[in-house]
């Protein structure tokens, strides 16, 4: 059974920087891509960043030069690293694995202005 936890969510001011975590278990990890996705309040769940199994990395325009999406196959964990955050980045983060619909608890990045 595939389990995702996602961690490293915070408040900060707009300006800062957050690591965002994602550890994975019940699958082989390294054999697949893997997404970052933010869902805000009152809107819909969208794709942030990615990663494929051969560590090819795709970003929305939004946080394209501010986020960098990584991973450790050997601790079946990738990473968001978010810096100059801005107020618009406030949601909550999941990660999820290509192809499979399982989604992790979230965590929650608050951006003050």
């Known amino acids: 059974q595939v389990r995702l936890v996602e961690s490293g969510g915070g408040l900060v001011q707009s300006g800062g920087s957050l690591r965002l975590s994602c550890k994975a278990s019940g699958i082989n990890f390294r054999l697949f891509g893997m997404d970052w996705y933010r869902q805000a309040p009152g809107k819909q769940r969208e794709v942030v960043a990615g990663?494929?199994?051969?560590?090819?990395?795709t970003y929305i325009d939004v946080v394209k030069g501010r986020f960098t999406v990584s991973r450790d196959n050997v601790r079946r964990t990738m990473f968001l690293q978010m810096d100059n955050l801005m107020p618009e980045d406030t949601a909550v983060y999941y990660c999820n694995v290509r192809g499979k619909d399982t989604w992790g608890q979230g965590t929650q990045v608050t951006v003050s202005s």
């Open positions: 990663i494929s199994a051969s560590h090819d990395r």
